[in-house]
């Protein structure tokens, strides 16, 4: 049901873009962000619609100023573009969405992990 995209290799200082589409009928998306996750720890926060109410918008201490998450609720899609991007950036990026369906009430969904790698 979340298909991401983007990602791949940039320099340090570069930018990316990741996308992530909710795909299916009948739902609601009731939270949808992304989560990156490096060997050996746990996988973090990186930004986030909707933790509390819908259009609240929480970021990873790491992300301020830096990465703007943004949505569209017509196209069932978040973006993220990360700016000023550092080697620490570099991980697997998850798309995440809670989503409602009458069928399934309210889930989460991981999309498949897209890689950023930052080069110094």
């Known amino acids: 049901q979340l298909q991401a995209s983007g990602g791949g290799l940039v320099q340090a200082g570069g930018s990316q873009t990741l996308s992530c589409a909710v795909s299916?009928?009948?739902?609601?998306?009731?939270?949808i962000g992304w989560y990156r996750q490096t060997p050996g720890r746990e996988r973090e926060l990186v930004a986030l619609?909707?933790?509390?109410?819908?259009?609240?918008?929480d970021y990873g201490d790491f992300a301020w100023g830096r990465f703007t998450i943004s949505r569209d609720s017509t196209k069932n899609t978040a973006t993220l573009r990360m700016n000023a991007l550092k080697p620490e950036d570099t991980a697997i990026y998850y798309c995440?969405?809670?989503?409602?369906?009458?069928?399934?009430?309210?889930?989460?969904?991981w999309g498949q992990g897209t890689q950023v790698t930052v080069s110094s």
């Open positions: 995440y969405g809670n989503i409602y369906t009458p069928a399934t009430g309210s889930t989460d969904y």
């Open positions: 299916g009928s009948s739902f609601i998306i009731n939270r």
């Open positions: 619609f909707g933790r509390t109410h819908r259009d609240d918008i």
